[in-house]
């Protein structure tokens, strides 16, 4: 006799998989509550002596944190804006209009997803310094405003599109552009929204880029706030941990709200 399952049973075997991948996170937040000599003990305390909210406020006060928060958020959503139109114009271009070179243009742009950050670090570092950018968020945001991936995944879910509701608009007399804007968008939300994800997430993260061109208090970002809690000799991990789930805390919002459309776009697109 089979017992009836609420899910597939497949779950039997992701679930261990799934607390395996959240036990970081659940050490973080177990840290957050400690005691700063509960952290450092060894072996480490499972159980701690009681709920220290306390190191919360501690972190957000032992820094300018209201002000990473606020930099950390200029950059990424002018990062997600700018990936948005820049991304969706070329994307476009790829999918749909013919011009010379096209075929040969794109794979090239491929190319570049295989070419490491490191190897592009010191010229990217170099233009923005003659654009007189260096230590300012626009130093963080236009190396950003467009990304070789966005622009695949894009045309791939263009390409999904029925072209006939296109050539339909066209013969209503609407231009490329207006093509794009009403009808081609408005039926690529699922891609629009991931892309918008993924963007927030690699901007928010975004760590290196940020301690080369970044050399002030003033313009740093959240992660770059998070080291300022990790000295030389010794860190402070109750209120390291409690910074940690404080720049988390954006993320996993926007990736609740927005984990319809991220599945529902890699179900339907090149990726899948």
């Known amino acids: 006799m089979r017992w009836p399952l609420p899910f597939s049973p497949r779950h039997l075997a992701l679930m261990p998989i799934a607390a395996l991948m959240l036990l970081p996170l659940g050490w973080m937040l177990l840290t957050s509550i400690q005691t700063l000599p509960e952290s450092r003990h060894f072996p480490p305390v499972l159980i701690p002596s009681g709920f220290h909210w306390?190191?919360?406020?501690?972190?957000?006060?032992?820094?300018?944190?209201?002000?990473?928060?606020?930099?950390?958020m200029i950059v990424t959503l002018s990062a997600v804006a700018g990936n948005l139109v820049f991304c969706s114009l070329a994307g476009y271009a790829f999918a749909r209009m013919r011009f010379f070179g096209r075929d040969v243009l794109f794979v090239a742009l491929l190319a570049t997803l295989m070419v490491p950050f490191q190897v592009t670090m010191i010229p990217t570092f170099l233009i923005v310094q003659k654009m007189g950018l260096v230590n300012s968020l626009p130093a963080l945001i236009v190396p950003n405003l467009v990304t070789p991936f966005g622009?695949?995944?894009?045309?791939?879910?263009?390409?999904?599109?029925?072209?006939?509701?296109?050539?339909?608009?066209?013969?209503?007399g609407c231009s490329r552009l207006g093509v794009l804007v009403r009808v081609v968008l408005p039926l690529s939300m699922p891609a629009l929204a991931t892309l918008a994800i993924v963007t927030f997430l690699w901007t928010w993260n975004d760590f290196l880029w940020p301690l080369i061109v970044i050399t002030?208090?003033?313009?740093?970002?959240?992660?770059?706030?998070?080291?300022?809690?990790?000295?030389?000799?010794?860190?402070?991990?109750?209120?390291?941990?409690?910074?940690?789930?404080?720049?988390?805390?954006?993320?996993?919002?926007?990736?609740?709200?927005?984990?319809?459309?991220?599945?529902?776009?890699?179900?339907?697109?090149?990726?899948?």
């Open 54 to 72: 306390q190191n919360y406020p501690d972190a957000w006060n032992a820094a300018p944190f209201g002000r990473f928060f606020a930099n950390s």
């Open 216 to 272: 002030s208090t003033n313009q740093s970002t959240v992660q770059l706030g998070l080291a300022q809690f990790q000295g030389a000799h010794q860190t402070n991990w109750t209120l390291l941990m409690a910074g940690n789930v404080m720049a988390l805390a954006p993320m996993l919002l926007v990736f609740i709200i927005g984990q319809r459309w991220f599945v529902q776009s890699l179900a339907s697109t090149g990726l899948k």
């Open 151 to 172: 622009i695949f995944l894009l045309r791939q879910f263009f390409r999904t599109l029925p072209i006939e509701l296109e050539e339909a608009a066209r013969m209503d």
